[in-house]
């Protein structure tokens, strides 16, 4: 496992290993024994599930890990509060995020990218505000579906197009192909029955 300088000057300092501050780490914002030492150890994942436990618990069960354990829980207890006050927190409108978008790229150079990225974010937010709010008939998308098929607009008018071109013939003779534009001709009369029918 490789870290950043930081992280492995931070274990050195506290005369510990990588890995023991990893799980300790882990384990101080709430991981169970058995997966932290997994992340934090990944070489032992390979052991039998009995030494695995046998080497956790030697790590583990240490005086020395175990205040390790104290010092890191205090640590993080302060990223950990954000957390714990998610049910305490109001929920705000998008319209106040984007007001709070508008003010911080306001407050950046003009023809920043920052300002750029937060004037597109803020028009983001506006089109997806706009879309909760759009009127739902407004534009309309409708679909026909007939109760069974001998009731569909777009077979009976394909049965009528067949049956005039094949007027003279006998039923056994009929061409029951169309080419593209009869077939164009063949859908917008659907379209138009279907169109009486709304």
């Known amino acids: ?109 003009v023809g920043s990218k920052e300002r750029a990225d937060l004037m597109a974010k803020y028009n983001d937010i506006r089109n997806e505000n706009k879309k909760e709010i759009a009127d739902p008939n407004e534009d309309p998308v409708q679909f026909f579906f007939p109760i069974a098929c001998e009731k569909c607009p777009l077979l009976q008018t394909y049965n009528e197009f067949i049956a005039k071109k094949n007027e003279n013939k006998p039923r056994d003779k009929w061409v029951m192909e169309v080419i593209p534009d009869e077939m164009q001709r063949i859908c917008e009369q659907a379209d138009k029955r279907i169109s009486k029918v709304r």
């Open 1 to 109: 496992m490789t870290l950043s300088p930081l992280k492995t000057k931070e274990a050195k300092s506290l005369k510990v290993s990588v890995q023991e501050m990893v799980l300790a780490d882990l384990l101080s914002i709430g991981y169970s024994e058995e997966d932290a030492y997994t992340i934090a150890y990944p070489d032992d994942a390979m052991l039998n599930s009995q030494a695995k436990k046998s080497a956790m618990s030697e790590v583990i069960n240490r005086d020395k890990f175990k205040q390790l354990c104290d010092t890191r829980r205090e640590k993080n207890a302060g990223f950990l509060s954000v957390e714990n006050d998610a049910e305490n927190l109001d929920l705000i409108s998008a319209e106040d995020v984007a007001k709070e978008v508008l003010l911080a790229a306001k407050k950046q150079p």
